[in-house]
C-alpha cells in the first residue's frame, strides 16, 4: 500500500508561480508518480509523471515548459512545480502512484495508476 497526500494548493494570480507537494508514506520504493488535475466540468487529465530514478519525466504537451515534476526520495515527496500560471489551470491537483514502471504507451492513463492521493485545489485569478 502507499498512501499519498497532497499540500501547497492555493489562490493566486494568473502569472504566478506555485509549488505542489506529494508526500508519499508506505511501500513507496520503486514507485512511479504521476500528477492529474480535474478542473471544474472537466475530466481528469495527466499532467506529468516521473520515473522512480527521476531521469525519465513526461508532460501534458500544453504544459511542457511551464511545469516541472520532480521528486526527493530520501524524503519520499514528489513535487510540480507550476509558473507562468493561467485561469485555465484551476483545477484540483491529483498525486498518483503506479507500481510498474512508465511506459511512452501508458504514464497518461489513470487506470495505470495504482495509489491516488485526495488532491489539492489550485485556483489561479485573472
Known amino acids: 500500500q502507499v498512501q499519498l497526500v497532497e499540500s501547497g494548493g492555493g489562490l493566486v494570480r494568473a502569472g504566478d508561480s506555485l509549488r505542489v507537494s506529494c508526500a508519499a508514506s508506505g511501500r513507496t520504493s520503486g514507485t512511479a508518480m504521476g500528477w492529474f488535475r480535474q478542473g471544474p466540468g472537466k475530466e481528469r487529465e495527466f499532467v506529468a509523471a516521473i520515473s522512480w530514478s527521476g531521469r525519465t519525466s513526461y508532460y501534458a504537451t500544453s504544459l511542457k515548459g511551464r511545469f516541472t515534476i520532480s521528486r526527493d526520495n530520501t524524503k519520499n515527496m514528489v513535487y510540480l512545480q507550476m509558473n507562468s500560471l493561467k485561469p485555465e489551470d484551476t483545477a484540483v491537483y491529483y498525486c498518483?502512484?503506479?507500481?510498474?514502471?512508465?511506459?511512452?504507451?501508458?504514464?497518461?492513463?489513470?487506470?495505470?495508476?495504482?495509489?491516488w492521493g485526495q488532491g489539492t485545489q489550485v485556483t489561479v485569478s485573472s
Open positions: 498518483a502512484a503506479r507500481l510498474n514502471p512508465l511506459h511512452d504507451e501508458d504514464y497518461y492513463q489513470i487506470p495505470s495508476y495504482d495509489y
